[in-house]
């Protein structure tokens, strides 16, 4: 069995009523609630520090699905849902062409015909 250490923290009086409450609720002890939490929120830090290592182009998708500890198309789902654009996509140039062709873009044609 693997080691765990106990980390503690304060909680006004309002704060230890509501988990309280929700542990009810729940039927999850307070312990176990307050653990889900930690870990949600740890994954969740981990995504969002990912993304932005994306968005900085510090890393491609590979890496920040690496980097989240999420799987590739869990992170591909994650920055197309914060519509961030995946130029990693092979979709990318066919979409561009079309954006090209709705406002009659020449150079942006061109630009595109040479890059394929």
Do not use: C
């Not at 509501?18 to 889900?36: C, D, G, N, V, Y």
């Amino acid at each position: 069995m693997s080691q765990t250490i106990t980390k503690s923290v304060r909680l006004s009086p309002d704060e230890s009523q509501a988990l309280a409450h929700l542990s009810e609720q729940t039927f999850m002890s307070e312990s176990a609630l307050l653990k889900k939490w930690v870990l949600e929120g740890i994954q969740a830090q981990k995504l969002e520090m990912a993304i932005q290592q994306y968005m900085q182009r510090k890393t491609d998708l590979r890496g920040g699905a690496t980097l989240a500890g999420v799987s590739y198309n869990r992170f591909l789902q994650e920055v197309e849902a914060r519509n961030i654009i995946v130029l990693e996509d092979d979709r990318f140039l066919e979409r561009l062409g079309t954006l090209a062709e709705l406002f009659e873009d020449d150079i942006l044609t061109e630009a595109i015909a040479r890059e394929r």
